[in-house]
């Protein structure tokens, strides 16, 4: 009965003094994905061709791609009560935004894959691979 008390009061603790939120976790792991989703966007934006700013990119993606799926399960795992309505926000916004970045790819460069489609294949395939690792 005692060990009841003790559990319920640690509980009710942690609920009160925010101590089992997990916002630092969080907002780290949202600052790291939007790293690499700005890297990777500059990899294709700066190199010499787009083709060869794609290949670059996926390969960046190819080595990052099981690390990245991990972080995203940590985040999709994580519910409503464990972090603050801020970073449940900041969250949501920067996702998508990041999201919106890299899908803006394809329309940057839509006169390029109107006239390469092995380069339209490539790109497709980078997205297809940032958007399956992503998902919310």
């Given at each position: 009965?005692?060990?009841?008390?003790?559990?319920?009061?640690?509980?009710?603790?942690?609920?009160?003094?925010?101590?089992?939120?997990?916002?630092?976790?969080?907002?780290?792991?949202?600052?790291?994905?939007?790293?690499?989703?700005?890297?990777?966007?500059?990899?294709?934006?700066?190199?010499?061709?787009?083709?060869?700013?794609?290949?670059?990119?996926q390969?960046?993606?190819?080595?990052?791609?099981?690390?990245?799926?991990?972080?995203?399960?940590?985040?999709?795992?994580?519910?409503?009560?464990?972090?603050?309505?801020?970073?449940?926000?900041?969250?949501?916004?920067?996702?998508?935004?990041?999201?919106?970045?890299?899908?803006?790819?394809?329309?940057?460069y839509?006169?390029?894959?109107i006239?390469?489609?092995?380069?339209?294949?490539?790109?497709?395939?980078?997205?297809?691979?940032?958007?399956?690792?992503?998902?919310?």
């Amino acid at each position: 009965m005692h060990r009841k008390f003790i559990v319920v009061g640690a509980l009710i603790a942690c609920v009160l003094f925010a101590g089992c939120k997990k916002d630092a976790e969080i907002e780290s792991t949202i600052a790291e994905l939007h790293s690499f989703s700005e890297e990777l966007t500059k990899k294709v934006q700066s190199a010499p061709t787009p083709s060869a700013g794609v290949d670059d990119a996926q390969k960046l993606m190819d080595s990052r791609k099981a690390a990245l799926q991990s972080k995203m399960k940590s985040l999709k795992n994580v519910r409503g009560y464990q972090v603050s309505k801020e970073t449940q926000k900041k969250m949501t916004d920067t996702l998508s935004k990041d999201a919106m970045n890299v899908a803006g790819l394809q329309m940057k460069y839509f006169t390029v894959s109107i006239k390469d489609p092995a380069f339209k294949g490539k790109l497709d395939k980078l997205i297809r691979d940032y958007t399956e690792i992503f998902k919310i």
